[in-house]
């Protein structure tokens, strides 16, 4: 496994580590979000802390303010690589792009929430 498959399937378990998290995304799918809701929305998936050790792939992500997500080692890892730790822009445009959310930002919201 690559570093950027163990990144992609590391980040997708840990955006997906609470109960009915695929339907929480499906929605922001649909309805986009801005820079400030998706890492509200990373934040809130990742919850405080976690991680998993499995297979070689070891991971853990940060919530909070600043959400992150550090891969310590996957199965293919030169010996003289260092954990991988995403964060900010860089982990906003990853989740983008894995989970497909478009980015609302600069678009006019007349309502953020149902009628």
């Excluded at 955006?15 to 309805?31: G, P, Y």
Aim: aromatic share 8%; glycine share 10%.
């Amino acid at each position: 496994m690559t570093q950027q498959e163990a990144t992609i399937r590391g980040l997708c378990q840990s955006l997906h580590s609470f109960a009915n998290a695929e339907d929480r995304w499906n929605k922001r799918k649909s309805t986009g979000l801005n820079d400030d809701q998706l890492r509200l929305a990373i934040a809130e998936e990742f919850g405080i802390a976690g991680g998993a050790a499995t297979a070689g792939l070891w991971y853990s992500y940060q919530g909070g303010a600043n959400p992150k997500f550090i891969l310590e080692q996957w199965p293919d890892m030169p010996p003289d690589a260092k954990e991988i730790v995403i964060h900010g822009k860089e982990l906003l445009f990853l989740v983008r792009q894995i989970l497909d959310i478009p980015d609302r930002s600069g678009q006019m919201q007349l309502f953020d929430g149902a009628l």
